[in-house]
Each structure stands twice: as structure tokens, then as C-alpha cells.
T-cell receptor
Framework: EDQVTQSPEALRLQEGESSSLNCSYT??????LFWYRQDPGKGPEFLFT???AGEEKEKERLKATLTKKESFLHITAPKPEDSATYLC?????????FGTGTRLKVLA | DSGVTQTPKHLITATGQRVTLRCSPR?????VYWYQQSLDQGLQFLIQYYNGEERAKGNILERFSAQQFPDLHSELNLSSLELGDSALYFCASSPTVATNEKLFFGSGTQLSVL
């Protein structure tokens, strides 16, 4: 069965304290792995798409990497405005499967 | 702004009632997805439409139904509502049926069943 597991469920960081979020997945015929950011009461906002193992994407303080079994979202020197829930999703043939997310809180 | 419009933003109703949620996809997008998000279960895929036709079904209850109209807007109908149906309902769109495209999400409809 296709599945996505994200860890940790919640993470508190001090401003400037770098860390990584994990997304482990099982899917038949991976078409893409996606990272989204979701702020409270809002819809998920697209961050990255990764298509094959070894691929990396960067945007400001965020860097996403992909292996055959998992993806990491690395956050370097985070700021309070990076506080949000980060969602990982994978796609197979027909549908997008989302993980339950990591709630990130960055303290000033 | 993602370009996906959902109405209403908030909906409060009673158990047993029926409601309709509406979604207008981004201009040019042919695929529409519906998701339910509750605190303990994350984003649950309900159903996908592509150019007016049902494309894929997820964990959608028999009390729920959806359709996509010729102008590509979509409606999600929820009937015989129960307390457990209270959740955020999101619509998302993408240009084609391909599953390697990013989804664009609306801002959601917060449904409260009292």
C-alpha cells in the first residue's frame, strides 16, 4: 500500500538553529515527491518537486533531497517566519498521497 | 494567491443537513482534486475529476458526491452530515491528468457541523 510517513510530528527550533525534516515513502512507480508549506487556516503552498533519487532543490533557507526511500527537507538558519506545517506528498499512477506533516516552530 | 477559488470560506450547519462546497480551478487547469483535512488525519484524498469526468476516488463516503461542470468548476456535496464531518475541505487543481505536476490549492472551506 502506498504510504507517506513524516517525522518528527513537531519541532521547535531557536532562530538560526538548523535542522532536517524527514519524509519516508512507499509508492508503486514514483512519479514525483512534493514538499508543501501550510500556514494555519490556509491551503498548502508548493515548495519543491523531486523526481529521481539523488535530485536536490534549494530555495532560500530550504533544501530538499531525495533517495529511493526518503526525502529530507533541510532548514538552514531558520527564522520565525519559517514557522509552519511542512507537508510531503508522493504520487504514483493516479493520486497524490500526503503525509500528516511536521509542525515547525522557530523561536526568536 | 494560487488562483484557485473556494466558496464559502466558512460553513456552520447542523447534523443531518446537506451542504455544497464550490471550487473554481486556476484558469486553464483541467484537473480538480478534493481533500479533507482534520486535525488527527492530515490531508485525505477524496476524489479527482479531469475535464468533467471522474478520474480517481479515494476515501470518499457514500454520503459525499462531487461533479465537475463544463466550465470546469467543481462542487462537493455533503449530505446527512455528522459531527465527524467537521473539517477543512480543500480543492486543488493542476493543468492535466499527469501526476508529476504540482497542485495548486485553494484557501479551503471550514465546515463545522453542530
Amino acid at each position: 500500500e502506498d504510504q507517506v510517513t513524516q517525522s518528527p510530528e513537531a519541532l521547535r527550533l531557536q532562530e538560526g538553529e538548523s535542522s532536517s525534516l524527514n519524509c519516508s515513502y512507499t509508492v508503486s512507480g514514483l512519479r514525483g515527491l512534493f514538499w508543501y508549506r501550510q500556514d494555519p487556516g490556509k491551503g498548502p503552498e508548493f515548495l519543491f518537486t523531486l523526481y529521481s533519487a539523488g535530485e536536490e532543490k534549494e530555495k532560500e533557507r530550504l533544501k530538499a533531497t531525495l533517495t529511493k526511500k526518503e526525502s529530507f527537507l533541510h532548514i538552514t538558519a531558520p527564522k520565525p517566519e519559517d514557522s509552519a506545517t511542512y507537508l510531503c506528498a508522493v504520487t504514483g499512477t493516479y493520486k497524490y498521497i500526503f503525509g500528516t506533516g511536521t509542525r515547525l516552530k522557530v523561536l526568536a | 494567491d494560487s488562483g484557485v477559488t473556494q466558496t464559502p470560506k466558512h460553513l456552520i450547519t447542523a447534523t443531518g443537513q446537506r451542504v455544497t462546497l464550490r471550487c473554481s480551478p486556476r484558469s486553464g487547469d483541467l484537473s480538480v482534486y478534493w481533500y479533507q483535512q482534520s486535525l488527527d488525519q492530515g490531508l485525505q484524498f477524496l476524489i479527482q475529476y479531469y475535464n468533467g469526468e471522474e478520474r480517481a476516488k479515494g476515501n470518499i463516503l457514500e454520503r459525499f458526491s462531487a461533479q465537475q461542470f463544463p466550465d470546469l468548476h467543481s462542487e462537493l456535496n455533503l449530505s446527512s452530515l455528522e459531527l465527524g464531518d467537521s473539517a477543512l475541505y480543500f480543492c486543488a487543481s493542476s493543468p492535466t491528468v499527469a501526476t508529476n505536476e504540482k497542485l495548486f490549492f485553494g484557501s479551503g472551506t471550514q465546515l463545522s457541523v453542530l
